[in-house]
């Protein structure tokens, strides 16, 4: 049997790259509407209607637009955008979240793709909250730096057709200390707030490194780095996406530093855990583009439509 399959916002930067990623898959139709009628209410709403499948790939209000189109208890939707990823009535597509979260997604027909950056924090944080390290009113705080590619179409027009010098160095952005991803962050971290987080954005196309400090003294158990490897290691042993680096991460480093385009093109994430007694220090390394956004719809694509979870992803 063939799926339909339709990606609303086919040009955008994660429309482009969710259609990359089913070329290479069997067993789906993809179905697209003209160019010119791409943002035409009823174009779209007749579109949606014959798909098995809907990508949203745009933004926010949009996707709430899509979604109070669809008339039929059929059609399954994947977001990419961040309308709904703490509604109830959507399950949050992070299959390694908890052991029954993959089968939550597998009988949903409602899935939401999880921020980027989001993605890095949870999936680093969540399990030592779980295991009763990490107390749930630890005051907990991170940094990202991504690729701009994570700002779509206009970020991308932005670094690539302009000459501006303050593009050339790293830049913090979202300093109001409101960024879109903390209520995800929050929710699915098992924290009772949100980080105090601060993404910034570099001058190279993609790559997403989530670096979180952890201080062991305000833990409810005595633990080292090493304990914490150990424990990410064995929470994330039989996720074929997930991988826990060995606690010597330095073997890793290259001159000395990290290289955080090297899950680029992949789907995998990367768990590194750097320091000792006193301070430890949690990497999350993935491709925006991959793991925090086009990958990972169609990882969840797969478990929805009951294929091998890693089809066209390896
Ligand atoms: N880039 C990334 O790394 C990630 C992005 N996301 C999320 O995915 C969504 C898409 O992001 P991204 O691909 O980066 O954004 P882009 O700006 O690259 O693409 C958005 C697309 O949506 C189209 N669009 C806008 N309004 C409408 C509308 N009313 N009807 C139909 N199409 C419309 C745009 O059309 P046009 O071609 O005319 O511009 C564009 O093609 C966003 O919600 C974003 O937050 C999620 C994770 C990561
Ligand atoms: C560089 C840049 O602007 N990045 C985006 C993240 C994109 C992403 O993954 O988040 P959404 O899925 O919520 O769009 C940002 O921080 O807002």
Redesign the pocket.
């Known amino acids: 049997m063939k799926y339909n399959i339709f990606v609303?916002?086919?040009?955008?930067?994660?429309?482009?790259k969710i259609h990359e990623y089913l070329s290479k898959i069997p067993n789906v139709e993809v179905i697209k509407i003209e160019s010119e009628r791409?943002?035409d209410h009823d174009a779209?709403r007749a579109i949606i209607h014959e798909a098995d499948l809907v990508f949203?790939?745009?933004?926010?209000?949009?996707?709430r637009?899509?979604v109070s189109m669809v008339r039929n208890t059929r059609t399954k939707i994947i977001d990419?955008?961040?309308?709904f990823r703490t509604n109830p009535e959507w399950i949050y597509g992070l299959p390694e979240l908890h052991k029954d979260q993959r089968n939550r997604i597998q009988h949903s027909s409602r899935v939401s793709?999880p921020?980027?950056h989001a993605t890095g924090y949870i999936l680093a944080i969540q399990p030592l909250v779980a295991a009763g390290i990490i107390p749930r009113d630890y005051p907990a705080s991170c940094y990202a730096l991504t690729g701009y590619?994570?700002?779509?179409?206009?970020l991308?027009n932005e670094y690539e057709n302009s000459n501006k010098e303050q593009l050339l160095a790293p830049r913090h952005y979202a300093l109001h200390l409101h960024h879109?991803h903390l209520p995800e962050m929050q929710l699915y971290s098992g924290l009772h707030s949100a980080p105090l987080f601060t993404p910034i954005v570099g001058n190279y196309y993609?790559g997403d490194a989530v670096t979180i400090p952890l201080f062991p003294s305000m833990f409810t158990k005595h633990v080292t780095a090493k304990d914490i490897q150990e424990v990410l290691a064995a929470y994330y042993q039989d996720e074929r996406f997930i991988r826990v680096m060995p606690y010597e991460s330095e073997a890793y480093l290259e001159d000395g530093c990290f290289n955080l385009m090297q899950c680029n093109d992949t789907n995998f994430l990367d768990l590194f855990v750097f320091g000792h007694e006193d301070q430890i220090l949690l990497i999350s390394r993935f491709d925006?583009?991959g793991k925090?956004?086009?990958g990972a719809a169609i990882q969840n694509m797969n478990i929805l439509l009951g294929f091998d979870e890693g089809l066209g992803l390896e």
Do not use: F, H, M, Y
């Open positions: 609303d916002g086919q040009e955008g930067t994660t429309g482009l791409r943002k779209r949203l790939c745009l933004p926010d209000s949009a996707s637009e899509s990419a955008s961040t309308a793709v921020g980027c590619s994570g700002g779509g179409k206009k991308i879109k993609q925006n583009l925090g956004a086009s």
